[in-house]
């Protein structure tokens, strides 16, 4: 025993992370296996539990059974606090037990959320903490309410207040889990403003990172926000813009999705799809019917992702900024990546390069091996397995036809997308520090 709980205490943040996240996994999946978590009352097989408490907990929404008809009021309580507890971070989420019994939170316990939170340093970290919480349950809160009283005009009250708080924790933690039933998600309420407005507010709050919104909350002047938040803000909005324009443009016309909506329902489909693709999976437009040009488009935006230290995933906004910002130097003639008037530290790049290049190498491998074992188009394939890894839960269909060896994959991806490819190498890998530089050389590029 004693062993044992050296071991783990030996352990270093990411691996305690990659450990921490599997057992909430496990745990989600038992409970979902119980026959009281579904309507037919049989218990769930394994690997679609397995699946269902991945696709929960790292917050993507991917789903092989129709949550609304197949899972019972116990079920989707399930799913609804893995939802919680993967959007948060599961550290979080015991920091607050602590906060709540007044217990001391240890060093060691500040590593984990430092790492967790994806900060450069420990200060300041429970306060961060707190207020990640505050903000959390107040935009859920608010989002709940106002889901509340939009849907007591479709359904019973408790139902309605049921189906608010639901939605607004996956819309908020960016899981794309719906109620509906039939995999229709918000389809039926392609024009609704209200619904819409709403979604897109909580997708987008839960996007931008607890950082980045403890920053708006407490500045005063736009012009003394962080360098982070204004990479953020910036480029978050870029992309809403530019996606909802590219969509607009190529479904205009497509009897399938936009063209028989009136101006105001185009508009709003287009900028609703642009922010959920991103991030969350919940889909007004039905994502089969669109058409390849735009679902390709859309595989881009689902890599690009949220931004760091937010419930979303990807290669994260500020690495694609980085990268952005690094052609256009190279491009120029110029040393340094310049952003708002600051260099960005080299290391910086680096890291930015390594995430996506790690990050295609995951997307690439496992929609190679799914090529094989899946029956199914390769562009149906490809924005499947990319859907999994920036945890966005957008579907064109294949999920609930997987094979076991599919399943397994997707739920891998989607596991190495919530944590990142390099905080799993962290944890896998032991590093050694060098002892020496090599000697400087050169070689031909380009």
């Not at 790292?58 to 606090?81: H, K, P, R, W």
Request: charge should be positive.
């Amino acid at each position: 025993m004693f062993n044992m709980s050296a071991r783990i205490f030996k352990l270093n943040p990411p691996q305690i992370l990659v450990l921490g996240f599997a057992g909430i996994i496990l745990l989600g999946t038992l409970l979902l296996m119980l026959p009281i978590a579904n309507t037919t009352g049989e218990s769930l097989a394994f690997i679609d539990a397995f699946f269902t408490a991945t696709s929960a907990t790292c917050v993507t929404g991917l789903v092989i059974m129709d949550t609304g008809y197949y899972f019972s009021t116990f079920g989707q309580i399930v799913i609804a606090v893995l939802i919680q507890i993967g959007g948060l971070g599961f550290m979080t989420m015991t920091t607050l037990i602590a906060i709540v019994f007044r217990r001391k939170i240890s060093l060691r316990e500040r590593l984990i959320l430092q790492e967790a939170l994806n900060q450069s340093s420990i200060e300041g970290i429970v306060k961060l903490v707190r207020k990640v919480l505050f903000y959390s349950l107040t935009i859920e809160a608010i989002g709940a309410i106002l889901f509340t009283i939009r849907w007591s005009f479709d359904m019973p009250l408790g139902k309605a207040i049921y189906f608010g708080v639901f939605h607004a924790i996956s819309f908020f933690n960016n899981a794309g889990f719906d109620l509906f039933g039939k995999f229709r998600s918000l389809t039926m309420y392609v024009d609704d403003p209200i619904i819409n407005i709403v979604s897109i507010g909580l997708i987008v709050f839960g996007g931008l990172g607890f950082v980045v919104l403890s920053d708006l909350v407490g500045i005063r002047q736009i012009k003394k926000l962080s360098l982070h938040s204004k990479v953020v803000i910036s480029m978050t909005s870029f992309l809403i813009v530019f996606g909802a324009v590219v969509i607009f443009i190529l479904e205009f016309s497509n009897s399938k999705t936009l063209s028989p909506l009136d101006t105001m329902g185009k508009i709003l489909a287009s900028i609703f799809q642009s922010v959920t693709t991103r991030t969350t999976g919940a889909n007004s437009l039905d994502i089969a019917g669109l058409r390849q040009a735009t679902q390709f488009f859309m595989i881009i935006l689902m890599f690009i992702g949220a931004s760091p230290g937010s419930t979303g995933g990807g290669i994260k906004t500020t690495t694609f900024a980085i990268l952005i910002g690094a052609v256009i130097s190279m491009v120029k003639g110029r040393d340094d990546v310049v952003m708002f008037r600051y260099r960005i530290a080299q290391e910086r790049i680096f890291k930015a390069i390594t995430i996506t290049m790690l990050s295609l190498i995951v997307v690439i491998g496992v929609t190679m091996i799914l090529s094989a074992t899946e029956d199914s188009r390769f562009l149906v394939i490809l924005f499947e397995t990319t859907s999994a890894f920036g945890t966005v839960g957008l579907s064109m269909g294949l999920t609930p036809e997987l094979s076991t060896i599919g399943k397994v994959l997707i739920s891998l991806t989607m596991f190495v997308g919530r944590l990142g490819p390099i905080t799993l190498g962290y944890a896998l890998s032991k590093k050694n520090k060098e002892l020496y530089r090599h000697p400087e050389g050169k070689m031909i590029i380009g």
